[in-house]
């Protein structure tokens, strides 16, 4: 357990719709990440947040939008949902955000729109 | 651009012997970390081993070590006494002061009976 917690574990919705995954980070971590990782793929960086603010920004499409509200949680919204929206979506959080620092990864979120 | 590269898309060990999961990188900073990271089917994502590029001693974790040759830009793990609970996808990831990691596609390991 890494101390990470993520939900829901599995979300099912349909195109079009809209979808709220949430976050809460380890105790005493204070920055946050997300990535998207489709099927059979890779970790596909998607944005971070650092004590609430947003420090650094991957491939997030402009539908997608995040946040991290002043406890530390954070939430990752997906709106106008397509096909290819479907993945597994991690968060992972780090003390202070640096590069250098080990990541811990929450158990993820399966999102399938159908 | 710092890249991160691992080109054995699978391997398969036997069970008790020892892999080696290859992982290659480009940057020009001389100060970063190299992490493997651990997928078993349940997706969990799971830190084995780090390293410091800035430390010449190889990390090691139980069965678990590192080959990390920095002006070759190299950074392998090698599995020992292989597991069954050893297969999973391993991912190779580069990270530095700036903020996020770059992860490599990954390895699928295959633990044969």
């Known amino acids: 357990d890494s101390g990470v917690t993520q939900t829901p574990k599995h979300l099912i919705t349909a195109t079009g719709q809209r979808v709220t995954l949430r976050c809460s980070p380890r105790?005493?971590?204070?920055?946050v990440y997300w990535y998207q990782q489709s099927l059979d793929q890779g970790l596909q960086f998607l944005i971070q947040y650092y004590n609430g603010e947003e420090r650094a920004k991957g491939n997030i499409l402009e539908r997608f939008s995040a946040q991290q509200f002043p406890d530390l949680h954070s939430e990752l919204n997906l709106s106008s949902l397509e096909l290819g929206d479907s993945a597994l979506y991690f968060c992972?959080?780090?003390?202070?955000?640096?590069?250098?620092?080990?990541?811990?990864f929450g158990p993820g979120t399966r999102l399938l729109v159908l | 651009a710092q890249t991160v590269t691992q080109s054995q898309p699978e391997m398969s060990v036997q069970e008790a012997e020892t892999v080696t999961l290859s992982c290659t990188y480009d940057?020009?900073?001389?100060?970063?970390?190299l992490f493997w990271y651990k997928q078993p089917p349940s997706r969990q994502m799971i830190l084995v081993i780090r390293q410091e590029a800035y430390k010449q001693q190889n990390a090691t974790e139980n069965r678990f070590s590192v080959n990390f040759q920095k002006a070759a830009k190299s950074f392998s793990l090698k599995i020992s006494d292989s597991q069954l609970g050893d297969a999973a996808m391993y991912f190779c990831?580069?990270?530095?002061?700036?903020?996020?990691?770059?992860f490599g596609t990954g390895t699928r390991l295959k633990v044969l009976a």
């Open positions: 992972a959080s780090s003390v202070s955000g640096q590069g250098t620092e080990t990541q811990y």
């Open positions: 990831a580069y990270g530095t002061g700036t903020y996020k990691y770059i």
């Open positions: 105790s005493g971590d204070l920055s």
């Open positions: 940057t020009s900073e001389s100060d970063y970390y």
